[in-house]
C-alpha cells in the first residue's frame, strides 16, 4: 500500500495541503530562494508536483477579483450591520487570515470563503434554535416530565447561550453560577440594553425553573422573547439578504461548476 498522501488532503489546521504547499512555493519566490523567469510562475500540476508555467494574466484579474471579494466580504463583516455571534467573529478572524494567506488556486478563495461563513451561520443557528424551541414549548403550556427536562437543559446554561449570540465567550475560568460570578460584568460594559435583557430573562427563568413553570406568570416567555427580538439577535439572520453574500454565493457554484468539469 502506498503511503503517500493526495495532494488535496486536508491537514489537521483545516488547510488542503496543496494549499499550504502554493503558499510554501509562493514564499520561496517572495524571498528570493526560488528565482523563475518573468512571465513564469511556480505552480502544482494535477499530481501535486511543482512545476513551471506561463503567467496567466487572466488568471490573476480573476484572482484579483477574489481577493476584492474578501475584501468586502471583510469589510461588511466588520460593519454594525454584521452578525455577531461568537462563532461570526471566528469566522471574521479566518477570513483575515485567508485574506493574508493570499489563495493562488483559481476559485479557491471563494469557496473557503463561502465554507468559513456557512459553518459560522450553521453553528450559531444550532444555538439560537434552542433558544427558540425552548420558548415555543414555554409558551405551549403543555408541561410533560420530557419537556421539563428539555426546558432545564437549556435554561441552566442561558446566559453562555446568550453571550455567544451576541459575540461574548464565556471565560473558562469563571465559576458555575457564571452570569454573577463575571459574566454579567461583561456584558454590561458592551452594552446595557442588552445586559438588562438577558438579566431579567434569566432571572424570570431560574425563578420558573424554580416553581416548575406552573402559575399564570408568562414572565419567563415574554423576557425571552424579548431578548430573541433584539436587532443584534435578528441580524443573525439577515445577512443572508446583503449583497456581498449573494454575489459570493453565485461565484461559489460556478467555481465548483468549473473544477468539477475539469476532473
Known amino acids: 500500500m502506498s503511503s ?11 488547510n488542503s495541503s496543496r494549499d499550504l504547499l502554493n503558499a510554501r512555493l509562493d514564499l520561496l519566490v517572495q524571498s528570493g530562494a526560488l528565482t523563475v523567469n518573468q512571465g513564469h510562475q511556480v505552480t502544482l500540476d494535477k499530481d501535486g508536483l511543482p512545476t513551471v508555467t506561463d ?27 454584521a452578525p455577531q455571534s461568537d462563532d461570526w467573529n471566528c469566522a471574521r478572524d479566518n477570513l483575515r487570515q485567508l485574506r493574508d494567506r493570499r489563495v493562488s488556486s483559481k476559485g479557491d478563495v471563494d469557496i473557503l470563503a463561502w465554507t468559513m461563513i ?17 420558548l415555543e414549548l414555554l409558551e405551549s403550556k403543555t408541561l410533560d416530565p420530557d419537556r421539563l427536562r428539555r426546558i432545564n437543559a437549556v435554561v441552566e446554561h442561558f446566559p453562555e447561550h446568550a453571550c455567544d449570540l451576541i459575540g461574548i465567550t464565556t471565560p473558562e475560568e469563571l465559576d458555575d453560577d457564571v452570569w454573577d460570578d463575571g459574566l454579567a460584568e461583561i456584558v454590561l460594559e458592551k452594552n446595557i440594553t442588552v445586559y438588562r435583557c438577558i438579566n431579567e430573562a434569566w432571572s424570570a427563568l431560574r425563578e420558573g425553573k424554580r416553581r416548575g413553570y406552573l402559575g399564570s406568570s408568562t414572565e419567563p416567555e415574554l423576557l425571552l422573547r424579548r431578548f430573541l427580538e433584539l436587532d443584534v439577535i435578528k441580524k443573525l439572520k439577515e445577512w443572508v439578504y446583503h449583497d456581498v453574500f449573494v454575489i459570493l454565493e453565485r461565484k461559489v457554484i460556478t467555481a465548483r461548476r468549473l473544477q468539477q468539469a475539469s476532473t
Open 118 to 134: 456557512t459553518d459560522a451561520h450553521k453553528f450559531t443557528m444550532q444555538r439560537l434554535r434552542l433558544l427558540e424551541s425552548t
Open 4 to 14: 503517500s498522501k493526495d495532494p488535496a488532503e486536508t491537514t489537521e489546521t483545516g
Open 55 to 81: 503567467v496567466d494574466s487572466k488568471a490573476d484579474i480573476k484572482q484579483d477579483m477574489e481577493q476584492q471579494r474578501l475584501e468586502n466580504l471583510i469589510e461588511f463583516l466588520e460593519s454594525p450591520a
